[in-house]
């Protein structure tokens, strides 16, 4: 069974800086694809960036281009968060796609196995 654990949430000033990790485990054969989604009280949970299997292809949602960078190694995930934002602030969930090496930034059923989620919040 694929367990899914996220860690790093911190609160953090205007223009700092946080990793979030994601570790998988009881991977038994490729590595999924993996995404991390990012929730505020009142508003839809959102995708913010993903990456292949094979770390080769990512994605990234407009609002956090050139500031967040998501990078894997094997079964660890990590989110880069950079000149956070209060808007960056939220809970933050890291997703597998056990059935599928690429990603998507749509939250759907393919995302089948889901952390607990890590805070984030942003403020001065």
């Known amino acids: 069974q694929l367990h899914v654990v996220e860690s790093g949430g911190d609160l953090v000033q205007p223009g700092g800086s946080l990793r979030l990790s994601c570790v998988l485990s009881?991977?038994?054969?490729?590595?999924?694809?993996v995404g991390w989604f990012r929730q505020v009280p009142g508003k839809e949970r959102e995708g913010v960036s993903c990456?292949?299997?094979?770390?080769?292809a990512t994605l990234y949602v407009d609002s956090v281009k050139g500031r967040f960078t998501i990078a894997r190694s094997k079964n660890m995930v990590y989110l880069q968060l950079n000149n956070l934002k209060p808007e960056d602030s939220g809970v933050y969930y890291c997703?597998?796609?056990?059935?599928?090496?690429?990603?998507?930034?749509?939250?759907?059923?393919?995302?089948?196995?889901w952390g607990q989620g890590t805070q984030v919040t942003v403020s001065s």
């Open positions: 990456i292949s299997s094979s770390g080769a």
């Open positions: 997703a597998a796609r056990s059935r599928y090496k690429l990603c998507v930034l749509k939250e759907g059923p393919s995302y089948d196995h």
């Open positions: 009881g991977v038994t054969s490729d590595y999924p694809g």
